[in-house]
């Protein structure tokens, strides 16, 4: 079945450093691909999203860009904020699927300034 | 910007009990979605809700639970007889389009719901 794996937290660097959270994905067609991130004590927000082959997504700093030939969207950013520490989680829209999210483990970003 | 609400923040309930967790989805928004993440675990999808019917439901949404939008503006989920297994965070979110065209979900904060 489809699904999402992304790299095992926590990641932790310090301010200024380049950021890569992997994602890779398992799915049949053409899924559309998010990166949502959760701040402490808050819900999820959608961070970008991806929705065809070599798309990018971009937000606040972080791109992300949809590789159908290596099924993956890694996260990326050239330069971590304190602020940005939160869980970074990978989903996919299904395609057979009109409604449903599948998502990925999630992973904690800390950042030391 | 418009967001959506959850309430309560925190519920406690015996096992055994009726719990209803309340979402109030983004007001021109038509699709509505039940996730929940049990500690440690991954986001899991429970239910969508559109044009005022279940359009799809996983495993987990079985005869225990039921959604309802009972007034136009909140979105309910009802679990009937609570376990120990169903204490999670659960997470309300809507789209303005059918979330497998790419439009985005948007959540609340969440309900921690803690079964004893």
């Known amino acids: 079945g489809d699904s999402v794996t992304q790299m095992e937290g926590p990641v932790t660097l310090s301010e200024e450093a380049f950021l890569t959270i992997n994602c890779t994905y398992t799915?049949?067609?053409?899924?559309?691909l998010f990166w949502y991130v959760q701040y402490p004590g808050e819900g999820l927000q959608l961070l970008l999203k991806a929705t065809k082959a070599d798309d990018k997504g971009s937000n606040k700093g972080f791109e992300a860009t949809y590789r159908k030939e290596t099924t993956s969207f890694h996260l990326e950013k050239g330069s971590v904020q304190v602020s940005d520490s939160a869980v970074y989680f990978c989903?996919?829209?299904?395609?057979?699927?009109?409604?449903?999210?599948?998502w990925g483990a999630g992973t904690k970003l800390i950042i030391k300034p | 910007e418009p967001e959506v609400t959850q309430t309560p923040s925190h519920q406690v309930t015996q096992m055994g009990q009726e719990v209803i967790l309340r979402c109030v989805p983004i007001s021109n928004h038509l699709y509505f979605y039940w996730y929940r993440q049990i500690l440690g675990q991954k986001v899991e999808f429970l239910v969508s809700?559109?044009?005022?019917?279940?359009?799809?439901k996983s495993e987990i949404f079985d005869d225990q639970f039921s959604v309802e939008r009972p007034d136009g503006s909140n979105f309910t989920l009802k679990i009937r007889s609570t376990k120990l297994e169903d204490s999670a965070m659960y997470f309300c979110?809507?789209?303005?389009?059918?979330?497998?065209?790419?439009?985005?979900?948007?959540f609340g904060n969440g309900t921690r719901l803690t079964v004893t």
């Open positions: 979110a809507s789209s303005e389009a059918n979330g497998g065209t790419g439009s985005p979900l948007h």
């Open positions: 799915a049949t067609g053409y899924p559309s």
């Open positions: 809700f559109y044009n005022n019917e279940i359009s799809e």
């Open positions: 989903a996919l829209s299904k395609r057979d699927s009109n409604y449903q999210l599948i």
